[in-house]
């Protein structure tokens, strides 16, 4: 069930798209490092030895996107 | 080379500035709140730019703001620019896009430019030109009319934003 | 900070002592910095930003991060000592090359995979004499094991114990080393594409990774779409080589060395919702084929009625799985805080099904210092063939393994990081852990004394992690 709900949420957040955001000037908090989807660092390489060596479960994020949108 | 370029309003307030500093020094000093720079500090009023003025010389308008890493380095080249080139052929004007004007400040002095600022906090002007990415330039030719976009930054890519320049300079219309 | 030179300003000597009055003040006339200023001879300073403003890295800057990790699990359990030192350089035409440094010691002890029992329990194994003062399960956890060699062949017996109603340990030490290096690049304005190769060294295992991914902007950069394949090789090279599923402790292993082969697929959209908002959701496919069993685990096999130890088989696992995932994860900037919260469900074809949530709360305490608190909530159900132990009699399943990170359980981290502003435009962080999981302690229907003993072999790890990041 909660499959399906992500997944219906991923695709329309696909679909439903063009009008949705910020315009390019607009991007002052997004281009924070705290804003960034990979700004852990080493940490969250720490984090998934550790849960990977002890739980059964794998995949997570990803660091595409965001960002302030330069160049 | 001292920028050559400057229009009326900001030799004012050159002359005014110590005198500013020292009063604003003093309102610290017992507590006041620290002003920010009004729209008459600035080339222009917050959110217009008015070409008609520059027309008869290029314009190289280029939008930037304190976060966008690539517009850091682009004020070299437009320091280098403005150097090469005399102030009635060319005019650079720059549009800040800070919605918070302190950022704006902290890294105009730590870049360390003579460029006039024209502060666009709402974007008005940026929705205008279209700006599509952080940074963009726009060149304008001595007739008005907008010829060159470039969007982003490259240090890589500056002999082509110079060629540019010195081809709509070299127009005399 | 600079003194703004005026130039031939005929006030120049009044404005040179207003500005010394006012060094703050003639930061906020962004306007007067556009006076004269001679250009070009002074090194360009370094925008400084509060470090929670600080921007993302840009071009023409390296970024160096070196830490370390701290991990000690409670009840004499394993403890790691983890450095990695991490470099990235941002070059300006928007590639961007890493390259990363692990180096991890390992020592204490781990479940072997036994039940406890209300009397000592020994463990003997026959184990290769070339390994014998490098290896794991020679000792119990307390120590003291002993390897005899058996005379005429290359092999010698080993042997330790464990006292009565304790969970059995065996003691280990190793090293690993692992590094990789990732190259990403933009085919045009729009398109990001990135290779990256790794390798992981340690006494016993070794893996190799190559991943290649693409993505692809749209929307005036509000939405990207990402997708990314990776594939691992790994070769398991146990000490005294590879048992066969369900072979004795006790008898000698054949095996040598044995190989898992790993893809995986990532496919990704971001989006930015709102000025102070940027969401993501990730599709994960995964498959292994290969040898996925633990080479050293073993699994009590128990009387029906006493439930006193028979016998120890070493496990058993299927030579394939596949693995899928969902993820949703969110960074929304409230006020001046900075909260990432982030959901993730996972199935695969062992069984277990697990549901993540993680959030967190990064606080700025002024321009220099933020804390950030953190939650994780992690559930996962057991894999089908899990189990704690075998009972003598009944038929021998297909799979068997009693390694908790196959179990049914829930774990809680809760934690703490500080960062703080060092050299303009660096970061020393501190953050601290504490990770439990819990779980069933008993099985209903426990045969004879196993009803009265604690079964769980779960973890509680508290980990410290420090580092250094700069840029330049």
């Known amino acids: 069930m909660i499959r399906k709900v992500i997944l219906a949420l991923g695709l329309t957040l696909l679909g439903g798209c063009a009008h949705v955001g910020v315009k390019p000037w607009q991007r002052d908090i997004l281009a924070r490092n705290a804003m960034a989807l990979d700004s852990e660092g080493n940490l969250s390489g720490y984090h998934d030895h550790i849960y990977f060596s002890k739980e059964g479960s794998t995949g997570g994020r990803n660091a595409s996107g965001g960002g302030c949108g330069c160049n | 080379m001292r920028p050559s370029f400057i229009p009326s309003s900001l030799h004012l307030a050159r002359v005014l500035r110590p005198f500013a500093a020292a009063v604003l020094a003093l309102s610290i000093g017992v507590g006041a709140s620290v002003a920010v720079p009004t729209s008459a500090m600035a080339v222009e009023p917050d959110g217009t730019l008015d070409l008609s003025k520059y027309r008869g010389k290029v314009v190289y308008v280029d939008f930037w703001a304190s976060w966008c890493a690539p517009c850091r380095l682009s004020f070299a080249y437009l320091n280098q620019l403005r150097a090469s080139y005399d102030s009635k052929d060319l005019v650079i004007v720059t549009v800040n896009l800070d919605r918070d004007r302190k950022a704006a400040a902290n890294f105009l002095q730590a870049v360390g430019t003579g460029l006039p600022v024209v502060y666009d906090p709402k974007g008005a002007i940026a929705t205008r030109f279209q700006v599509s990415t952080m940074p963009t330039s726009v060149v304008i030719g001595r007739d008005g009319r907008q010829r060159f976009v470039h969007h982003g930054y490259f240090d890589n890519k500056t002999s082509e934003y110079s060629q540019h320049v010195s081809a709509l300079v070299g127009e005399h219309s | ?472």
């Not at chain 3, 359990?77 to 928007?94: H, I, K, M, S, W």
């Not at chain 3, 953050?431 to 302690?441: L, M, N, P």
């Open chain 3, 1 to 472: 900070m600079q003194l703004i030179e005026t130039g031939a300003c005929p006030v120049r000597k009044l404005g040179r002592i207003a500005a010394g009055l006012s060094m703050l003040s003639a930061n906020l006339l962004g306007a007067s910095a556009a006076l004269a200023q001679d250009s070009g001879d002074d090194e360009p300073q370094v925008v400084v930003h509060d470090l929670m403003k600080e921007p993302a890295p840009g071009p023409n800057t390296y970024v160096y991060d070196s830490s370390i990790l701290f991990y000690k699990e409670s009840g004499s359990r394993v403890q790691a000592v983890e450095p990695v030192f991490n470099v990235q350089n941002y070059l300006t035409n928007g590639s961007i090359i890493s390259g990363n440094f692990t180096f991890d010691t390992l020592t204490g002890a781990t479940p072997n995979g036994a039940t406890p029992s209300t009397s000592d329990q020994t463990f003997n194994s026959i184990v290769r004499e070339k390994t014998t003062s490098t290896q794991v399960t020679s000792t119990g956890a307390s120590g003291g094991g002993t390897v005899t060699t058996i005379p005429g062949t290359a092999y010698a017996k080993s042997s330790y114990s464990v006292p009565a109603r304790t969970l059995p340990l065996a003691s280990f030490h190793d090293h690993r080393f692992a590094g990789n290096g990732g190259l990403s690049w933009l085919a045009n304005p729009d398109t990001r594409l990135n290779v990256g190769l790794g390798a992981s060294v340690e006494r016993d295992y070794t893996s190799f990774t190559a991943n290649f991914g693409i993505a692809r902007d749209l929307n005036q950069k509000n939405t990207t779409l990402s997708l990314s394949v990776n594939l691992e090789e790994d070769i398991s090279r146990p000490y005294n080589g590879t048992p066969a599923p369900f072979q004795e402790l006790n008898s000698q292993i054949g095996g040598g060395n044995d190989t898992k082969a790993t893809y995986g697929v990532l496919a990704g959209v971001s989006q930015t919702l709102a000025r102070f908002w940027i969401t993501q959701v990730n599709f994960n496919l995964s498959g292994s084929k290969g040898y996925q069993a633990d080479p050293y685990r073993i699994v009590s096999v128990v009387d029906p009625v006493s439930g006193a130890p028979l016998d120890y088989l070493f496990e058993s696992r299927p030579r394939s799985r596949t693995r899928e995932s969902v993820y949703w994860g969110n960074k929304l900037a409230l006020g001046p805080t900075v909260a990432d919260v982030s959901v993730r469900y996972y199935h695969d074809t062992w069984g277990i099904n697990s549901l993540t949530a993680e959030v967190s709360e990064q606080i700025p305490l002024g321009g220099s210092l933020y804390i950030k608190p953190l939650y994780r909530y992690y559930h996962q159900t057991a894999a089908n063939f899990f189990t704690y132990y075998l009972v003598n009699g009944n038929a021998l399943p297909a799979y068997a393994s009693s390694d908790s990170r196959l179990s049914r359980f829930n774990a809680n981290t809760i934690g703490g990081k500080i960062g703080v502003r060092v050299f303009k435009t660096g970061e020393f962080y501190v953050e601290g852990e504490s990770y439990r999981q819990t779980g069933a302690h008993t099985v209903a229907n426990a045969p004879g004394q196993l009803s009265g003993l604690d079964l769980f072999s779960g973890v509680h790890a508290i980990s410290v992690m420090t580092g250094l990041r700069l840029r330049m």
